[in-house]
Nanobody, 125 residues
């Protein structure tokens, strides 16, 4: 089992920044992918960004490229999502998720078998 705990959500004005954190604990894996997803009311959960534990390869949704940056601290088993130039449409519950490693980082939720409880991000206009 892997436990994921997100933090760092909140209310921010458009154009502002937030940094989300996700701490993983429990079963130890050598190679894995940690991802961020989000879901807003009435919409399906969507991929935001993901990073591999080894090599540091990343993948981003087009909607956040150039504004969001995902990073990791393997020693702390923590992944971060730095969100800049936030827009009202970024408002959602943000979820951290864990999956086994793969050569290509998929931009779907397929394969992610551990999820955090989510943290609310609200961007006011």
């Amino acid at each position: 089992q892997v436990q994921l705990v997100e933090s760092g959500g909140g209310l921010v004005q458009a154009g502002g920044s937030l940094r989300l954190s996700c701490a993983a604990s429990g079963r130890t894996f050598r190679n894995y992918i940690l991802g961020w997803f989000r879901q807003s009311p009435g919409k399906e959960r969507e991929f935001v960004a993901a990073i591999r534990s080894t090599g540091g390869s990343t993948n981003y949704a087009d909607s956040v490229k150039g504004r969001f940056t995902i990073s990791r601290d393997n020693a702390l088993k923590t992944v971060y999502l730095q969100m800049n130039t936030l827009k009202p449409e970024d408002t959602a519950i943000y979820y951290c998720a864990f999956r086994g490693d793969s050569s290509i980082i998929p931009m779907t939720s397929i394969g992610y078998n551990y999820w955090g409880q989510g943290t609310q991000v609200t961007v006011s206009s």
